[in-house]
């Protein structure tokens, strides 16, 4: 799985890398998204649910997130 690391970095650039992979994967293909901004993360979920990708969260270490997301 890919995964892209966002770590340190702010919006509108973990939005604008997720939308350019997007374009290069098949439907039903997963991949992960590292942040370590909550700003960053809440970005993330509201743009998922915007445009109905599934995403899978955990926080792995406190303030970190590994989000998957899935191209449907």
């Not at 439907?27 to 509201?46: K, L, P």
């Amino acid at each position: 799985m890919k995964k892209i690391d966002c770590l340190g970095e702010y919006c509108p650039i973990p939005i604008l890398r997720i939308k350019d992979h997007l374009k290069s994967i098949p439907n039903g293909e997963a991949f992960m998204v590292v942040t370590d901004h909550s700003c960053v993360f809440q970005s993330i979920q509201d743009y998922c649910k915007k445009t109905k990708l599934k995403i899978h969260v955990d926080e792995v270490i406190n303030g970190v997130w590994e989000i998957t997301i899935i191209k449907l």
